[in-house]
């Protein structure tokens, strides 16, 4: 989005030429604190992850690509 201020190290182009989030070598996004698993750059996060809502259909069907049936949720850490 053009309003976004995302830091030029973490803006990859895909084959397109289409703006993407960097991601690392574990596949996760580049801005990823890998101490804390929060995201690095909160503050400046670009739109698309502003409008994400955690624990919506999209956020559940990405949890279960990566962690299957054995996703841990806030009920299973409280
Ligand atoms: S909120 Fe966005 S920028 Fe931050 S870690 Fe998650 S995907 Fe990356």
Known sequence: MPEDR?????????????????KGEDGWCAAVDPNTSRC???????????????????CRDERHKWFGATIPTLVHML
């Open 40 to 58: 690095g750059i909160y503050d400046e996060r670009p739109a698309i992850c502003r409008k994400y809502a955690m624990g919506s259909p999209s």
């Open 6 to 22: 995302v830091p030029e190290w973490l803006i990859d182009r895909d084959t397109h030429g289409m703006e993407t989030l960097a």
